[in-house]
């Protein structure tokens, strides 16, 4: 048992205050005034903040490797615009550096995604960020998701050769196989099914809607794209990036759409991308709109995540809901909501000790936990 | 009949008879020990003290295949028109007279499992064959089919997405190529084991058969530790046997596949790190193979380092940890077993082909030298 | 001050002898010997049982420069897409924490000369460096030693578009930089005040006898080739991995040339290396040429060139012989001679502890001393 005590409590789930956190078997026993038994082990917090884990939603940890060029980079699957058969498992690498920069920076989540080359890129899953060679033992959830995007990104990785080389293109491109896909959904269940078919067959969950169509879109009319073709086969679907968000807020906010939103640190890298910035991401959550915030990692590095909701404080948000984007509003997002992202009793240890307040960009990780065991300890590094 | 008296015998099983002698008739071993009554007839070779051991067995090689200093005209490893040519056989392309044989004589190495490249992630079938100079490679075979070449990690990625631009692109994309042929051919076992329609003769998938039906393993080229894993999430998804070629960075998963009980041939270790997939490539991965206790064998992967020098390497295995015994197995029975042709060779015992050497000092000493090859009984190759 | 005493001690330029005592102080070797008084209180370090060498001298190395498992990102061994890059020094592509010096050290070599590749006819300078260090410049031993050339297949496959396409083209490029360099120098001798030009300034090195010329060539007819170019300009030259050197022994001992023979334990891939033969060395020391075995890290891995010396010493070169050319003569060759490459007063105390006597597998190299530092020390198994 492991106890940490007179921390600044944050969970997240209820309001910020004095007190502690009792943990057993990787799990939280309970939160607030806690009674610290005489065998448990204690890490004393003297007054600091302790938040939940930080949870990146939109990831390419392991797959675009740190430091290593082309050998490393197993992000995108671009021979086909259609791969929703390759698995994100079979490409990242639990040995990226990352993930030792994540549990350094209190990031002990992850959800890691192919890239937005292809319209439908591959499978998703979302990792703790524990030390291993084991991609097995990172894995909380797969598949997450099924990768898709729409936008500048497969035109031009496809425009020149096979297409699609346009915006309508793209969507021809994703509702040709949906289609395929739920007839071939159908004659699954008939007595005659059809000859087996990889790329078919991984797009089963999606047009079942046992996983969420994760759509990658900057443009609002993107993302008007993404609900129309979502609406038209009855998908479940989650928005990724969301630049333009604050153009379709209202929509966005109505229809409850789970959307991941950034990097908003990065300049305007390109056309589809005008108008990113915290303003905007402010904009959109002031209407409403269910948000989390990414990285994009490694675009932005992951383990400038906490600085990013520090950024959108900054921008008009409260100090509470900047940090519920990067923990509850990001677990949700990646389909973890019942199992991490706050401090409540039953939930995963996944808790990070802060310097100071944990959204300024000046403030250390201090101890990170992941399933109740500490995983890094900044006076054990050196820093 | 053969006989060689007055040896240092290594048997290959773990034995050392200070003081013996071995004899061969019509190709086996008929007597191996320190009193074997020696037929006046045969033809007696004399030790004068000197070491035997079996003939090595050199479990992952191209030669053959490689032709060695005569440019792209000899070269026969990758077949570059897909990446899934299980139809290939090594067997139709292995050229008996490439002088990379010679290396495996002059390094006592009597058999090679000769094997396509790894650009492919379904590279063709591989065959055993002995190093003895005969006019035809049928003449040379010990068994046709031992297995099925495929790869993970950088080389397929590098010789079709980034050098023809197509599939794979990424470890994803190769794995999922890997289990698309997988299950296709799983697909058309069925059909055409229940007469169903929609299962025509297909020379990929047919090439699959002996995979997908448990009669050869996969032999899956992989380096790094996480495409190590792949390789067995993969085979472990469609229950087929399966061994791991190279497995540099096995040192990092020991354990776990020592759990599983899965052979790899492990090399080259001498290499050096042209890749980056190959960091940290070492002895350390046969020294924590041989304490976990996977089942392994040592390779030069032939022409990458030639294969005059794998005593060597075993030798310096032995010195960074696996003990001598444990070396020489690796070079002997382990890589019989691997190849799965010990039945017949990697240790000198009775009924096993006369496959051995007589070597000029510790067979584990880079500076010793094959002195007689002996190959299914007959002098294969003496030193001049 | 720190003595090593109780080593059998093989000092290379002098005959080995057992029981030996080296004095160590400021990184230099004070005194060595068998009948050497340790001073009072001077720190021992016991050596009995074991063998000490010299630090290994590696005459052909990229150390630094590409390889070790770095891609694409980290190869910087061969400018532009050629045949000419006269101007480029090879100090200014080598990574001093790139991990082949960290292979250098346990491989047992202390000193090597690091040369840029050979895609290009003229492929730069050469320099000579310890292989302990952070900061390059600190690590140099001296700048330049040698210009690199090439001759045979590599500068065929050059991209550029002024790239040879044959042998007699390569041939034809040398000479045309080395005429025009002379020109060039003649210019300046005249005040005439040409353009300047570094990649001429490098060759008047070469053609004023400041710095050899240093030739890629591996087939006997490249060797040749080597050896008239040369003649003909009247420079100082050497032979880098003389692969066919043994069908040439007598025309090469005859000129007493210096061989860098390598990269050893390596395959026949090329067809010009088609007649790779493991008596090279042996038969080249016999007719009377000066031979140094080299790895061309990272061709060989610097971590088996002692493994290499015991190939070269199993297939007929002399003991003696084996270990002079992995430390005096490429020391010679190099122009560090000086300071390093045997063990004698006033040198640099580089030396390799050993388990037992060179080229046995069982007497693997226990420590690596680079000017009286230990920069490696192996982990027992």
């Known amino acids: 048992m492991l106890a940490i005590t007179n921390a600044r409590l944050h969970p997240v789930s209820s309001p910020a205050g004095r007190g502690g956190l009792l943990i057993e078997d990787g799990r939280i026993l309970e939160v607030g005034d806690i009674r610290v038994p005489e065998t448990a082990e204690v890490i004393d917090a003297r007054g600091r903040p302790v938040t939940p884990g930080i949870i990146e939603a939109h990831c390419h940890a392991g797959l675009s490797e740190e430091g290593i060029g082309w050998e490393g980079n197993d992000g995108n699957e671009r021979s086909d615009p259609m791969t929703p058969h390759v698995r994100a498992i079979d490409g990242a690498n639990p040995e990226d550096k990352a993930f030792r920069f994540f549990r350094e920076a209190g990031i002990t989540a992850s959800q890691l995604t192919p890239g937005s080359a292809n319209i439908i890129g591959g499978e998703q899953l979302v990792a703790k960020s524990v030390e291993t060679v084991f991609i097995d033992e990172m894995v909380v959830l797969r598949p997450s998701g099924m990768k898709a995007a729409l936008g500048e990104n497969p035109k031009r990785v496809y425009g020149a050769s096979r297409g699609p080389a346009t915006r309508m293109g793209n969507a021809a491109v994703m509702r040709k196989w949906l289609t395929r896909a739920r ?18 067959a991984a797009l089963l969950p999606v047009v079942r809607g046992e996983i969420p169509l994760r759509i990658h879109c900057h443009r609002a009319d993107d993302i008007r794209t993404a609900l129309r073709i979502a609406d038209e086969y009855a998908l479940d679907i989650s928005l990724e990036h969301v630049t333009q968000g604050h153009l379709v807020a209202d929509l966005l906010a109505e229809r409850a759409v789970p959307c991941a939103v950034g990097p908003s640190m990065v300049h305007e890298a390109k056309v589809e991308m005008r108008g990113n910035g915290f303003e905007n991401v402010a904009r959109m959550h002031r209407a409403g709109v269910r948000m989390c915030l990414t990285n994009d990692h490694p675009v932005v590095h992951g383990r400038n995540l906490p600085a990013a909701a520090g950024m959108l404080q900054a921008a008009g948000v409260s100090f509470d809901d900047a940090l519920e984007s990067i923990t509850r509003a990001a677990a949700e997002h990646v389909g973890l909501g019942e199992r991490i992202g706050s401090l409540e009793p039953g939930k995963d240890a996944d808790v990070v000790v802060w310097s100071g307040d944990p959204l300024d960009a000046r403030s250390f990780c201090d101890v990170t936990l992941i399933d109740g065991l500490v995983v890094y300890r900044r006076e054990e590094s050196g820093c | 009949m053969l006989a060689i008296i007055n040896a240092r015998v290594y048997t290959g099983t773990g034995q050392v008879l200070p003081e013996a002698a071995i004899l061969a008739s019509e190709g086996r071993i008929v007597a191996v020990g320190p009193e074997v009554r020696i037929p006046p007839e045969a033809a007696v070779i004399d030790a004068r003290g000197n070491p035997v051991t079996p003939g090595l067995v050199e479990a992952h090689g191209h030669v053959g295949l490689a032709n060695e200093g005569v440019g792209a005209e000899g070269d026969d490893v990758n077949e570059r028109i897909d990446p899934v040519t299980p139809h290939a056989r ?22 090679v499992q000769v094997k396509p490249g790894s650009a492919n992630i379904f590279g063709g079938s591989m065959t055993a064959v002995k190093t003895r100079r005969l006019p035809t490679v049928d003449a040379m075979v010990v068994r046709e089919n031992t297995g099925m070449k495929a790869a993970l990690g950088e080389n397929p990625k590098r010789a079709h997405g980034a050098e023809k631009d197509r599939a794979p692109y990424t470890r994803m994309g190769s794995a999922a190529i890997m289990r698309e042929w997988l299950f296709r051919a799983g697909e058309y076992r069925r059909k055409r084991e229940a007469g169903e329609k929609g299962a025509d003769y297909d020379a990929r998938l ?51 596949l020592a759990h599983r009980g899965v052979s790899c041939a492990v090399g080259p270790s001498m290499s050096r790190e042209a890749k980056v997939e190959l960091e940290g490539v070492g002895f350390e991965t046969a020294v924590a193979f041989a304490r976990h206790g996977v089942p392994y064998c040592l390779t030069t992967d032939h022409p990458v380092i030639r294969a005059l020098y794998l005593h060597m390497i075993a030798g310096i295995a032995s010195a960074s940890g696996v003990g001598d015994a444990g070396a020489l197995a690796a070079v002997t029975l382990s890589a019989a077993r691997h190849i799965g042709i010990d039945d017949r060779v990697g240790s000198l015992e009775e009924g096993k082909d006369a496959d051995l050497v007589l070597w000029s000092g510790d067979p584990l000493d880079g500076r010793s030298r094959a002195l007689s090859v002996i190959v299914d009984g007959e002098i294969a190759y003496e030193e001049s | 001050m720190r003595a090593y005493i109780g080593a059998r001690i093989y000092p290379v330029d002098a005959p080995p002898f057992d029981d030996g005592v080296m004095l160590v102080d400021d990184g230099h070797i004070q005194e060595v010997g068998a009948d050497v008084r340790v001073p009072d209180g001077v720190e021992t370090v016991d050596l009995s049982g074991r063998v000490v060498i010299p630090g290994m001298v590696d005459a052909h190395s990229h150390a630094g420069m590409w390889g070790d498992g770095e891609g694409d990102a980290s190869r910087d061994g061969n400018e532009r897409p050629g045949p000419i890059a006269a101007d480029v020094d090879a100090v200014d592509s080598v990574n001093p924490h790139h991990r082949s ?48 050339g090439a001759l045979g297949e590599n500068p065929k496959r050059g991209s550029g578009k002024d790239s040879p396409k044959t042998r007699m083209g390569t041939a034809a490029l040398i000479r045309d930089y080395f005429a025009r360099a002379a020109e060039y120098g003649r210019k300046k001798d005249a005040d005439k005040d040409p353009d300047p030009d570094a990649g001429f300034e490098n060759a008047l090195r070469v053609l004023r006898g400041e710095i050899p010329f240093r030739v890629h060539a591996h087939r006997a007819d490249d060797i040749v080739t080597a050896t008239r170019l040369c003649e003909a300009l009247d420079i100082r030259y050497n032979i880098e991995h003389c692969t066919d050197g043994y069908l040439l022994a007598e025309f090469l001992g005859h000129r007493e040339l210096t061989a860098h023979v390598g990269p050893g334990l390596s395959s026949r891939g090329k067809v010009e290396v088609a007649n790779r033969d493991e008596r090279n060395a042996a038969l080249l020391h016999a007719a009377g040429v000066r031979v140094c075995l080299v790895t061309d890290h990272p061709f060989l891995d610097v971590r088996y060139l002692m493994a290499y010396g015991g190939v070269a010493h199993k297939h007929g070169l002399p003991f003696d012989a084996t270990l002079r050319a992995l430390t005096l003569t490429p020391a010679e060759s190099i122009g560090i001679a000086d300071r390093v490459g045997s063990l004698a007063k006033g040198k640099d105390a580089d030396f390799l502890v050993l388990a037992g006597e060179p080229f046995r597998y069982r007497s693997p190299i226990l420590s690596t001393f680079v000017e009286g530092e230990e920069v490696y020390t192996r982990q027992q198994p």
């Open chain 1, 183 to 200: 007839r071939y959904a159908e004659k699954s269940n008939a007595q005659d099914p059809p000859d087996f078919d990889m790329v078919l």
């Open chain 3, 101 to 148: 010096f960290a292979s250098c050290r346990e491989g047992g070599v202390t000193s090597v000369m690091i040369h840029p590749g050979s895609g290009n006819a003229i492929g730069g300078l050469c320099f000579a460096a310890k292989t302990r260090g952070e900061i390059v410049d600190d690590m140099v031993i001296r700048a330049p030693t040698g210009l690199k």
């Open chain 2, 206 to 256: 047919d090439a699959l058969q002996p995979v997908v039906r448990g009669k050869v393993p996969l032999r899956i080229h992989c380096h790094r530790a996480d495409d190590m894993l792949t390789a067995v999430r993969i085979a472990e998804e469609f229950d087929i046997p399966y061994t791991l070629e190279h497995a540099s960075q096995g040192f990092k998963i020991a354990e776990y």
């Open chain 2, 90 to 111: 090594a067997l139709d392309g292995i050229h008996a007279r490439d002088r990379g044989f010679e290396d495996f004589l002059q390094g006592g190495i009597t058999t």
